[in-house]
């Protein structure tokens, strides 16, 4: 009677149904606890060059013709697959996919105390010295967003990606500041359950603690604070035209503006960075300077006194700590690139605050940094 009820070929497919469905219950189960990488049609077939409509849930579909080219040789010619396509953590209007660097361990996300979270632009000859500085004051982690650039940047950093010191995730988001403040989000989200602090800085940007010898040690009498604002300290050009290769932007940067310099029309030292606990942050990020904390958390300068999140502070204090702010490097890197730049973003640089500014820029000499270049050549 069942058998003709339920003929065999019947039960045969109610059963796989059943599987099947057991299946995806389970694979929607797990994939709320891996993160949610898409392999590129590039990784399992290299010699195939990537098209437009390959990449187009990895956000690269906005490349113009000459940076999807230097991404594809790039990939071409390092055989390992590196990359993948991930969702974004902050889903901005322009983008919902990002083509980012994978790690070969396949381990599980680590743990840890200091993190860095940047954004760079054509950034390559300064990339080795400031990621090595960063890691030798303890720095275990770097998430780096890649802003359209079109120089050797991915050959410098290969061996960190490599190393898993380095996740490179490309951000084409083509809008300033909303190209910065989108990515700083998506890297405070990406490492709230990854770090327990982490300092959103540039690549022209290096941490310098006086009373310590790392920023592990700074850091251990901080605990009971959430977010450390950190004065800049702007450096001038020292007269140097250009670099020599090799030559350590650290070690021959050495004249900066004063002290105290505060200038409301430009820029000037009561300006601030922060270290922040990522998982304190109240969203959205609205300035690449400080950070909103969810209630009852403390914002302090570097001397631990209680001061409001700011892009400035009324007092500028460097006694333990200063942000050294190399914005003009070189005099070819002033003329060449930073005028034009920031000009595209609106600022205007006529001759003659052009002049003002080399002068300011040469008023003091500061050496606070020069105590950790010896290990750092050595690193290098």
């Given amino acids: 009677m069942l058998k003709m009820l339920f003929p065999k070929k019947l039960v045969k497919i109610c059963f796989y149904i059943f599987l099947f469905a057991f299946l995806i219950a389970g694979i929607k189960k797990t994939s709320k606890m891996i993160p949610q990488y898409i392999p590129l049609p590039l990784v399992a077939g290299l010699e195939k060059r990537m098209e437009p409509s390959d990449l187009s849930k990895a956000g690269l579909i906005k490349l113009s013709d000459q940076e999807l080219g230097y991404l594809n040789q790039w990939i071409v010619d390092h055989p390992l697959p590196l990359f993948c396509g991930k969702k974004v953590v902050t889903t901005p209007s322009e983008l919902e996919w990002v083509y980012t660097s994978r790690s070969l361990k396949n381990t599980p996300s680590q743990s840890y105390f200091l993190s860095v ?27 780096i967003y890649n802003h359209l650039s079109t120089d050797h940047y991915l050959d410098v950093l290969e061996p960190y990606i490599r190393s898993g010191e380095v996740e490179l995730i490309e951000w084409t988001v083509k809008k300033y500041p909303a190209c910065q403040l989108t990515a700083y989000e998506d890297c405070i989200k990406q490492a709230q359950d990854q770090t327990e602090w982490l300092a959103l800085i540039d690549v022209d940007e290096f941490l310098v603690p006086h009373q310590h010898t790392s920023m592990q040690e700074f850091l251990g009498e901080f605990d009971q604070f959430s977010q450390i604002l950190i004065n800049w300290q702007l450096f001038g050009t ?40 990522p998982s304190h942050v109240a969203f959205p990020v609205t300035s690449s300077h400080y950070y909103n904390l969810k209630p009852n958390y403390l914002t302090v300068n570097g001397l631990k006194q209680i001061v409001s999140p700011n892009t400035t502070v009324p007092e500028i204090h460097v006694e333990n700590i200063q942000l050294n702010h190399y914005w003009f490097r070189t005099l070819d890197f002033f003329y060449d690139v930073k005028v034009g730049r920031r000009q595209g973003v609106g600022e205007k640089y006529p001759p003659e605050m052009v002049e003002w500014l080399l002068k300011m820029g040469q008023s003091e000499q500061d050496f606070s940094i020069q105590r ?6 050595e690193a290098l």
């Avoid at 979270?117 to 998430?143: C, M, P, R, T």
């Avoid at 950790?372 to 050549?377: G, S, T």
């Fill in 117 to 143: 979270g940047a954004i760079i632009q054509n950034e390559a000859s300064y990339l080795k010295e400031w990621i090595e500085y960063h890691k030798l004051l303890g720095v275990q982690h770097f998430w």
């Fill in 372 to 377: 950790f270049i010896p290990k750092l050549k």
């Fill in 238 to 277: 020292s007269n140097i035209q250009s670099l020599p290769k090799n030559a350590l932007l650290t070690e021959h940067l050495t004249y900066k503006f004063p002290t105290d310099f505060v200038d409301q029309k430009w820029n000037g030292n009561q300006y601030v960075k922060a270290i922040v606990k």
